[in-house]
């Protein structure tokens, strides 16, 4: 369904907008100080929830469990593959695809919203130390309206050796709906650890650190 709505919206006019609204966080996961896999948390809009909540639960107990989240993943998810899930992930200004999309779990909060759990696996690992990450999360059509949550959007897990915090901007190189949106990236920055045990590990007010949580900045 979520596919299905991207292929609607390609090669729509400029006077267009979104009909669909995505919050979302990441979180960047490391193996020996490496980036190895990102695991995306989405949540949709009320009304494409709505949607989604009618077609899929079947028993309408406002959860989706086993073939419920198995019927999501295939009908709903799957073909996001295709745009990459929505999220660029770039080294030195280059793409990076990935490897596959795993650990998909679909739930409905309190408030009835849909939310997508998800891993993407990169096919090489990447060193922050010696490469330029940025990482951002939009649909090139516009047609659905990803942003970043402004509550935690980019955490860090198994940075052991490494202390990493982000800085968001617009990314005016890569701009998309007819070069009228600059999307937002989260540029990575990471560092040896040298901090002492039981330190702060030296970063600033507006740096983040490892966490087992994830956490909408604009997206233009």
Same mark, same amino acid.
């Given at each position: 369904?979520?596919?299905?709505?991207?292929?609607?919206?390609?090669?729509?006019?400029?006077?267009?907008?979104?009909?669909?609204?995505?919050?979302?966080?990441? %979180?960047?996961?490391?193996?020996?100080?490496?980036?190895?896999?990102?695991?995306?948390?989405?949540?949709?809009?009320?009304?494409?929830?709505?949607?989604?909540?009618?077609?899929?639960?079947?028993?309408?107990?406002?959860?989706?469990?086993?073939?419920?989240?198995?019927?999501?993943?295939?009908?709903?998810?799957?073909?996001?593959?295709?745009?990459?899930?929505?999220?660029?992930?770039?080294?030195?200004?280059?793409?990076?695809?990935?490897?596959?999309?795993?650990?998909?779990?679909?739930?409905?909060?309190?408030?009835?919203?849909?939310?997508?759990?998800?891993?993407?696996?990169?096919?090489?690992?990447?060193?922050?130390?010696?490469?330029?990450?940025?990482?951002?999360?939009?649909?090139?059509?516009?047609?659905?309206?990803?942003?970043?949550?402004?509550?935690?959007?980019?955490?860090?897990?198994?940075?052991?050796?490494?202390?990493?915090?982000?800085?968001?901007?617009?990314?005016?190189?890569?701009?998309?709906?007819?070069?009228?949106?600059?999307?937002?990236?989260?540029?990575?920055?990471?560092?040896?650890?040298?901090?002492?045990?039981?330190?702060?590990?030296?970063?600033?007010?507006?740096?983040?650190?490892?966490?087992?949580?994830?956490?909408?900045?604009?997206? %233009?």
């Amino acid at each position: 369904m979520l596919a299905s709505v991207l292929w609607a919206g390609s090669g729509v006019p400029a006077s267009a907008h979104p009909h669909v609204w995505i919050d979302a966080d990441a %979180q960047m996961i490391f193996e020996d100080d490496k980036i190895t896999a990102i695991r995306l948390h989405w949540v949709f809009d009320d009304l494409f929830s709505l949607t989604l909540i009618d077609q899929f639960d079947k028993n309408h107990d406002l959860r989706f469990f086993d073939e419920e989240n198995t019927d999501v993943h295939d009908n709903a998810f799957a073909l996001l593959s295709e745009v990459s899930w929505l999220t660029h992930l770039r080294r030195n200004e280059e793409l990076v695809t990935f490897a596959g999309a795993t650990d998909f779990k679909a739930d409905i909060t309190d408030d009835r919203r849909v939310s997508y759990d998800f891993t993407l696996t990169l096919k090489e690992p990447l060193d922050p130390i010696k490469d330029a990450v940025a990482l951002s999360v939009y649909d090139a059509e516009f047609y659905i309206d990803v942003a970043f949550t402004q509550v935690d959007p980019i955490l860090f897990k198994g940075n052991r050796h490494l202390k990493c915090h982000y800085e968001m901007s617009e990314d005016e190189k890569n701009r998309i709906y007819f070069d009228l949106v600059s999307p937002i990236r989260a540029d990575l920055a990471c560092q040896n650890e040298v901090a002492d045990a039981g330190s702060d590990h030296g970063l600033s007010a507006g740096d983040f650190v490892s966490a087992e949580q994830s956490g909408r900045s604009t997206s %233009q």
